[in-house]
């Protein structure tokens, strides 16, 4: 039955989506995210088309005094984009990507993934830094930071945020920029989906590729530390060129030798921010390291390697729990911890990792942006992935359990809200991942969303 001509008193109208309420047919896979864990209904899903569908589902939230949740790409870890019992509102069906080559400026719908803005940007040999996936949604991606091959010499995606149009909780659609509503797209820039629901995004975009230097040697756990103490090493001299993480697995497949199935592996994944024949002799010292077990390095467009991670991840296959800590350092006893920690993983298929930061990450002030502090030099990251609810437990801990005792090495208890866990941390992380510029958030919450409708995310309070 086609949900658009059931009648309702309260049926939301005049919408050119669809509007599914339980019951009705495509419910349980309109509310299916990419986490299978998540399970939650809503009163009402509306698939928005256009940005008039979307203030009329929020007028609708107003009008009913219920709470939204936002789906762009449904990829956040907690499900942020899924609510029980309130307005989902689901952008899924606006996806358009335009590119100005001339201003170097990409419009974007904000239920696009990120593959949309690559392909869309790649025509003109452009890009923004986008995420690891290419299946991420480029709104939850980017409101809480943004981490991507391109940070050394572009920053986080939030840095190439030049201005957004937001629909508040009013109903109003309003102009995020430097020029209009300034404020708002301060927080925008890290502070997640707390203020409204971003309809299209304005992104600044650079000369990359079509090629671009991956380098991709892997080591075995049990051969030791040294190579990702020599990553560390050249990082640090060069992290203003590479963009790179040290990510821990279990080796399987034709890729491996058969005689490395099941042991735990470490891929040292690093993307050159320039020319790729620079970047292939910049990181060749990583490829001739003792004991490599195979290595995937190569040149690549910029479309491929954006793309390459995706088999690990595909969606609502598996069951998900993530957690990230900034490191202010990263120390032979941390790169300790973290191999020991690859060695208990309960679920072969689970992932952790080290992540570098410097060049154009680090050179943004603390109070420029929402996201905050940008001293952290790492950080870490425990990706519990499995596919057996029988096995919750276990692989939630150990992502907990690694967190955890990763805290002495952290960076004034910051946490990248992008991998939240299942937001039980709450209200404690959100203040501390936010420091000095958390007062200033709770200020712009309250401008424009003073009800808290907006509260499916690491979430951030209105005053009373």
Not at 104 to 127: E, K, N, P, T, Y
Not at 142 to 160: P, Q
Not at 306 to 323: H, N, S, V
Request: proline letters at 4%; charged letters at 20%.
């Amino acid at each position: 039955m086609d949900s658009l001509h059931l009648n309702h008193e309260d049926d939301i109208h005049g919408i050119a989506g669809k509007v599914i309420r339980p019951g009705h047919q495509g419910y349980d896979s309109a509310r299916a995210v990419w986490n299978a864990m998540i399970d939650r209904r809503p009163g009402v899903i509306v698939q928005c088309q256009n940005t008039e569908d979307v203030i009329s589902a929020v007028n609708h939230a107003r009008a009913k005094d219920l709470p939204i949740s936002i789906r762009g790409g449904g990829h956040n870890v907690a499900g942020h984009a899924v609510c029980d019992d309130g307005v989902m509102i689901d952008l899924s069906g606006m996806r358009s990507v335009t590119v100005d080559p001339e201003k170097r400026i990409a419009l974007v719908d904000g239920g696009a993934l990120w593959r949309d803005v690559d392909v869309a940007s790649q025509a003109h040999g452009l890009a923004t830094p986008g995420g690891l996936i290419s299946d991420t949604g480029v709104a939850g991606l980017t409101l809480s930071g943004g981490i991507g091959w391109l940070r050394a010499k572009h920053g986080l995606s939030i840095d190439n945020l030049v201005a957004a149009n937001v629909v508040t909780a009013d109903g109003s659609l309003v102009r995020a920029s430097a020029e209009e509503n300034s404020d708002l797209l301060w927080a925008l820039k890290g502070g997640g989906g707390n203020f409204g629901v971003v309809t299209q995004f304005e992104f600044a975009l650079h000369p990359i590729g079509p090629e671009v230097m991956f380098a991709a040697p892997v080591y075995a756990v049990d051969d030791g530390p040294a190579p990702i103490r020599a990553w560390r090493d050249l990082m640090k001299k060069h992290g203003d060129l590479v963009g790179s993480l040290c990510e821990f697995s279990t080796a399987g497949g034709e890729d491996f030798p058969q005689e490395m199935w099941g042991k735990k592996v470490y891929t040292l994944a690093c993307v050159y921010n320039g020319d790729a024949a620079d970047g292939e002799t910049l990181l060749q010292p990583l490829r001739e390291l003792d004991n490599i077990v195979v290595d995937f390095s190569g040149r690549m467009t910029y479309c491929d390697l954006q793309q390459i991670f995706d088999t690990l991840m595909p969606a609502g296959e598996f069951r998900c729990y993530w957690k990230a800590r900034y490191l202010s350092d990263l120390s032979d006893e941390m790169i300790d911890l973290a191999m020991n920690n690859a060695l208990t993983a309960p679920s072969d298929a689970s992932i952790s990792s080290l992540w570098n930061f410097g060049g154009a990450t680090t050179n943004v002030a603390a109070n420029a942006t929402a996201f905050g502090d940008r001293s952290m030099g790492w950080m870490y990251s425990l990706d519990s992935v499995w596919s057996d609810p029988k096995d919750d437990a276990s692989n939630i801990a150990w992502s907990r359990d690694g967190w955890d005792a990763a805290a002495p090495f952290g960076h004034k208890g910051r946490a990248y809200l992008n991998f939240p866990g299942h937001g039980e941390d709450g209200d404690a992380l959100t203040r501390a991942s936010f420091g000095e510029n958390f007062a200033r958030l709770v200020e712009i919450k309250t401008k424009y969303d003073p009800q808290n409708r907006f509260c499916f995310n690491q979430n951030i309070r209105p005053q009373s």
